[in-house]
């Protein structure tokens, strides 16, 4: 796995241990004290549900997922050129919430051997309202890196464009 974050489930309560699995998303899992799994977690048998529907008609991610991050009750994943969150709910789903390419068409291909979201991490809001999540977007080896802030309202979605914070050459 390359990311690990613990996430409260807003609607059930249950607290979850969540880890990147390759191109099939996210799998999920429960401290359980009694459990004589390593570290007591017990690991759902199946991998969270991803809703790719805005994107395309895919049935698994197309770029291995880099990150993980948690603002404002919410939980996101970046892969590739998207950022995704959860629904919370006893049958929870990932949704695309941002495609960076669809708004940066001029940054040229996403090869994903080097591209891609990566260091992904909450930062306060600069409207005092919703909150950000701040990002370095590198699609390819012939692009600058950006560093791009998204900002979501209270439920979890973008609310506007995205900006450029900086850039990496």
Known sequence: ARAFIVHRDSVTGVEHLFALHDYLGVVSGCYDPNSNNPGHVVWNRTREKLDLSLVGDYKKLAVRPLALASTGGNLYLSSGAWILRRVDGPKPVWKVVVNVTS???????LKEAVGGIRGMTAVPSPSGTGTSLMFCWTPNGESRAGILRADFN???DLTGPLHEEGSIS
């Open 103 to 109: 708004a940066r068409s001029g940054d040229g291909e």
């Open 154 to 156: 209270e439920q979890g």
